[in-house]
């Protein structure tokens, strides 16, 4: 009896191991994949957009967005392995180039001058703009305080406000020199700023205001509205790239991301939220 005990025991005891072991193999066949993604801000919104839809399609795999890297800090970034996709807003640069990335433009999306929607501007110029910047204009038609939203000067988007009429340059000069003026960091702090400050305004892009449902309004310029269509068209000239930058070593999953935004479904959804495919 005593035997036949032990010889039971020793079957459960089996059992209870090969069960066991058979649950951890199923977990870690279903744990999830992790791809880490960090960028421009101006894009990520619209990002996060296509993680969600692709990982729906694939739920084997799971996307974490490192925010506040910026395009420099993201190049970086993805050339070192720290992160698996980078996203930026403008090409990359010479030394760049030698880290052994690789980039890709993917879409495009106006770049605006925005303001709050509780503001009654829909519309401005360039000359305006110019005005505006360098305090030559300081309120708007109904008595508000013009307040500028500026981006440090090695930003993307301070190179592209200084580029929108011959006196911007000399504007954004002034207006950096200016008591109290508000820097702001990353596109995120932008829009924020925009949103909150009374008599705000400054850049953004379609895509962002788009993608993160902001309470920004995005101005005609010359009397023309930035939207895709007219961006598309040349009638709205400013516009602003999109790229992914890979490293070296990239997960085939990265791949498969890439291909699903340049689906018909991806590209829906980047239409949907203020981008053209070039």
Same mark, same amino acid.
């Given at each position: 009896?005593?035997?036949?005990?032990?010889?039971?025991?020793?079957?459960?005891?089996?059992?209870?191991?090969?069960?066991?072991?058979?649950?951890?193999?199923?977990?870690?066949?279903?744990?999830?994949?992790?791809?880490?993604?960090?960028?421009?801000?101006?894009?990520?919104?619209?990002?996060?957009?296509?993680?969600?839809?692709?990982?729906?399609?694939?739920? +084997?795999?799971?996307? @974490?967005?490192? #925010?506040?890297?910026?395009? *420099?800090? !993201?190049?970086?970034?993805? $050339? =070192?392995?720290?992160?698996?996709?980078?996203?930026?807003?403008?090409?990359?640069?010479?030394?760049?180039?030698?880290? +052994?990335?690789?980039? @890709?433009?993917? #879409?495009?999306?106006?770049? *605006?001058? !925005?303001?709050?929607?509780? $503001? =009654?501007?829909?519309?401005?110029?360039?000359?305006?703009?110019?005005?505006?910047?360098?305090?030559?204009?300081?309120?708007?038609?109904?008595? @508000?305080?013009?307040?500028?939203?500026?981006?440090?000067?090695?930003?993307?988007?301070?190179?592209?406000?200084?580029?929108?009429?011959?006196?911007?340059?000399?504007?954004?000069?002034?207006?950096?020199?200016?008591?109290?003026?508000?820097?702001?960091?990353?596109?995120?702090?932008?829009?924020?700023?925009?949103?909150?400050?009374?008599?705000?305004?400054?850049?953004?892009?379609?895509?962002?205001?788009?993608?993160?449902?902001?309470?920004?309004?995005?101005?005609?310029?010359?009397?023309?509205?930035?939207?895709?269509?007219?961006?598309?068209?040349?009638?709205?000239?400013?516009?602003?790239?999109?790229?992914?930058?890979?490293?070296?070593?990239?997960?085939?999953?990265?791949?498969?991301?890439?291909?699903?935004?340049?689906?018909?479904?991806?590209?829906?959804?980047?239409?949907?939220?203020?981008?053209?495919?070039?």
């Amino acid at each position: 009896m005593k035997r036949e005990r032990a010889t039971s025991s020793g079957r459960l005891c089996a059992g209870t191991i090969a069960l066991a072991l058979l649950l951890a193999a199923g977990g870690a066949a279903t744990a999830a994949e992790e791809i880490t993604i960090g960028g421009t801000g101006a894009a990520l919104g619209t990002v996060q957009l296509l993680a969600d839809k692709f990982t729906q399609i694939n739920p +084997g795999i799971r996307f @974490t967005t490192v #925010a506040n890297l910026g395009s *420099v800090g !993201a190049i970086k970034a993805v $050339s =070192s392995g720290a992160i698996a996709l980078a996203v930026t807003s403008r090409p990359l640069n010479e030394s760049e180039g030698k880290l +052994g990335v690789t980039e @890709t433009e993917y #879409a495009r999306t106006p770049f *605006v001058f !925005a303001v709050s929607t509780r $503001s =009654s501007i829909s519309a401005i110029t360039r000359r305006e703009l110019a005005d505006i910047y360098s305090g030559k204009v300081a309120t708007w038609p109904d008595g @508000t305080r013009i307040r500028v939203v500026l981006r440090p000067a090695s930003d993307v988007d301070t190179a592209m406000v200084k580029g929108v009429s011959h006196d911007m340059g000399h504007g954004v000069s002034e207006a950096e020199k200016r008591p109290g003026v508000q820097f702001a960091v990353t596109d995120q702090d932008a829009a924020n700023d925009l949103e909150r400050i009374p008599g705000a305004i400054g850049p953004s892009s379609l895509a962002l205001i788009l993608s993160e449902r902001r309470a920004l309004r995005a101005l005609k310029l010359d009397g023309v509205e930035p939207t895709t269509a007219n961006a598309v068209a040349k009638t709205y000239p400013l516009f602003k790239q999109v790229f992914f930058v890979t490293g070296p070593k990239r997960p085939e999953a990265v791949d498969r991301f890439i291909a699903f935004v340049r689906s018909p479904a991806g590209r829906k959804i980047l239409v949907d939220n203020g981008h053209w495919i070039p």
